[in-house]
């Protein structure tokens, strides 16, 4: 899959996987052919790896911030230099796709609900996925197979092998 074009220029190519990954990775399920199910598989595989091996990775500091006339110090909690690079690394592939509101939610409720976040999909990868399966391979003893690549069979119109891909 290393040499897969996709039929496409390089900078197409890479514009199709970095839209599926971001959606994978928001949507946790993407309908596609099997030759891009693939390519999508394994670079979402090393994305989830990376976080992974990283999101353990903080660091304590304590700043004085002044409030309301009164120096207060206040303990914060940063990214350490592996989990800061990491997420540098997806955030330079994945699109920064931002969060949705909800049917019947509010406009308070909705900033409520999103404050403070700026990249909703890279605090998603760290918060929600590298802790959920950094456990799974704990218990299964294995690293990867985050995804799994379903086939479906030939789409009508040009027949061509479609295929779900979804993190496990």
């Known amino acids: 899959m290393a040499n897969d074009k996709l039929g496409r220029p390089t900078d197409q190519k890479m514009a199709v996987l970095r839209n599926q990954v971001s959606h994978l990775f928001k949507y946790g399920k ?3 052919t099997v030759a891009k199910a693939k390519a999508v598989q394994s670079k979402a595989e090393k994305l989830l790896t990376l976080a992974i091996n990283t999101y353990e990775d903080n ?7 002044t409030e309301n006339g009164s120096k207060v110090t206040k303990e914060i909690i940063n990214d350490g230099p592996k989990k800061l690079s990491a997420r540098r690394k997806i955030m330079a592939f994945l699109y920064d796709l931002k969060e949705e509101r909800r049917e019947k939610e509010g406009l308070e409720a909705y900033r409520a609900r999103t404050q403070g976040i700026n990249h909703p999909l890279i605090e998603k990868i760290f918060n929600v996925y590298a802790p959920k399966y950094a456990e799974r391979a704990k218990e299964l003893g294995t690293k990867g197979g985050y995804t ?3 086939k479906l069979g030939a789409r009508r119109g040009d027949a061509a092998e479609l295929a779900i891909v979804e993190l496990v």
């Open 59 to 65: 660091a304590k500091v304590t700043k004085t911030v």
């Open 30 to 32: 993407l309908q596609t």
């Open 148 to 150: 799994r690549v379903i």
